[in-house]
């Protein structure tokens, strides 16, 4: 069974800091790997998702993320932290034709110091 | 173009009601997904529904809850008889069920059990 770990609970960085969340998986096949932003009380919005290809992933907000085989991770980097960037992050694993069948890590919530 | 809709947002039973949370994909989405989303966890995957379809319901509790994606309306998840740890956020996401398109997730219906 697939499965998403991600090891940091909470992270606090100062803004402008630059930032990486850490995601390992665990998966069979080639996986599908997304980042999701949920806000206090909102829904998840997709940050940015690797199917294949280059490994190195652009999102939206400034997000990046790569795509590592060899150490089963999809860590998320961001090179200069806002104060709008504080959230929970979720790494997800996708499986079925299309990786539409989502499994979530427990998420990392993000504090921002001003 | 509306994303996914989502009611109540919030909705508040006592032990042993019924409770309906009722999820309107986007324009275009064949494909109905529901999460739940316990206190400080990730969210966990239920059921996958196609209109008038159950494709894939692994994720869903054997008893009191239900789910149906009938041909006109939207999407209903119902749980029976509810208990306290059905307290959590609900989380419904739609998909077209294209190749490469990820999940758009609504904001959610916060159940409370009192």
């Known amino acids: 069974a697939q499965s998403v770990t991600q090891p940091d609970i909470h992270i606090t960085v100062s803004e402008g800091a630059s930032l990486e969340l850490r995601c390992n998986y665990s998966?069979?096949?080639?996986?599908?790997l997304f980042w999701y932003v949920q806000s206090p009380g909102q829904g998840l919005q997709l940050l940015l998702k690797y199917f294949s290809g280059d490994t190195l992933v652009q999102g939206i907000k400034g997000f990046e993320a790569e795509f590592k085989r060899s150490q089963s991770s999809f860590n998320l980097r961001k090179p200069s932290v806002h104060w709008s960037d504080a959230a929970e992050y979720f790494c997800?694993?996708?499986?079925?034709?299309?990786?539409?069948?989502?499994?979530f890590g427990t998420g990392t919530r993000l504090a921002v110091r001003p | 173009n509306a994303g996914v809709m989502q009611n109540p947002r919030h909705l508040v039973r006592r032990r042993g009601q019924e409770a309906r949370l009722r999820c309107s994909p986007m324009k275009g989405h064949s494909h109905v997904y529901w999460y739940r989303q316990l206190p400080e966890e990730g969210l966990k995957f239920m059921v996958y529904?196609?209109?008038?379809?159950?494709?894939?319901e692994s994720g869903m509790p054997k008893e009191r809850f239900s789910a149906e994606f009938p041909k006109e309306g939207p999407s209903i998840l119902r749980i029976q008889q509810v208990v306290r740890g059905d307290s959590a956020a609900y989380f419904c996401?739609?998909?077209?069920?294209?190749?490469?398109?990820?999940?758009?997730f609504g904001n959610g219906t916060r159940l409370t059990v009192t």
């Open positions: 996401a739609s998909s077209p069920k294209q190749t490469n398109s990820p999940l758009h």
């Open positions: 997800a694993v996708g499986e079925g034709s299309s990786g539409d069948k989502l499994t």
């Open positions: 529904l196609q209109k008038e379809n159950i494709i894939d």
């Open positions: 998966y069979g096949a080639t996986p599908y």
